[in-house]
């Protein structure tokens, strides 16, 4: 059925869009290989990293300009430390791997800012900065204060820490999905997704900035 070019207007300002960007950008991009194209044009990430970003504000202008008018854009999360990682930067102890983890200590604050900017621009709060790096810092820190019993070990892989590779039928699988932080190489599991979106929701500034997904359903109700 089709509902005309007014009423398609009329529902894209009304979407509330979540837009989820940055960790491919580093995992599977920048840190995929010690020698790759990204790594020869820019050899410090430092330098990348506002590349990223200026390449991240073309797509949102773009998004502003086809109708969106509210988005949740969430960073990436704390890099070095998921499974995948663990695995592939051949972490001996579990500990994080330090140079993914300094590539989102840069890109997340950056990020931020620049959403923050582009909402003065536009005189409206269009882009909600979602920290999701901050909200799985919890988990990853502490994961049996959250009722899981490891933050390393991925429910469902092979290699090390479960990190090496796709989930597959052949792939060792936990027990419990509900005791485990990370699905897979690299992402949460339902559990652990449930608590970020609880965040989202109610979250304060540190997660959510400049507001939480019930103030802006509140302010949009109002409307």
């Known amino acids: 059925m089709e509902i005309g070019v007014e009423q398609t207007q ?5 979407a509330l869009v979540l837009w989820t960007l940055g960790g491919n950008d580093f995992v599977n991009n920048y840190y995929l ?8 044009q820019f050899p ?6 506002p590349y990223v970003i200026t390449e991240y504000r073309k797509l949102l202008v773009r998004l502003y300009e086809l109708g969106a008018r509210r988005v949740l854009v969430t960073g990436t999360g704390p890099l070095g430390c998921v499974p995948g990682e663990l695995a592939s930067q051949v972490s001996l102890n579990g ?20 959403l923050l900017q582009l ?6 709060t269009v882009f909600i900065a979602t920290n999701t790096g901050g909200m799985l810092g919890g988990f990853i820190n502490n994961p049996r204060a959250y009722g899981f019993v490891t933050s390393k070990m991925a429910c469902c892989g092979q290699g090390p820490y479960n ?14 999905r509900n005791l485990y932080v990370f699905w897979d190489a690299f992402h949460p599991t339902q ?18 900035n400049p507001m939480n997904l ?3 359903l509140a302010l949009d109700a109002k409307a």
């Open 44 to 49: 410090n990430v430092a330098d990348y990293v």
């Open 163 to 176: 990190g090496v590779g796709l989930c597959t039928v052949a792939s060792n699988i936990c027990p419990d």
């Open 214 to 216: 019930s103030t802006i």
């Open 191 to 208: 559990r652990a997704n449930g608590f970020i979106v609880e965040q989202m929701m109610i979250g304060s500034n540190e997660y959510m």
């Open 10 to 14: 009329a529902r894209l300002n009304g």
């Open 33 to 40: 290989t010690p020698i790759n194209l990204r790594r020869l």
């Open 95 to 114: 500990q994080c791997a330090p140079q993914p983890q300094y590539a989102a200590s840069l890109f997340n604050p950056q990020l931020e800012q620049m």
């Open 119 to 124: 909402n003065n621009e536009i005189g409206s």
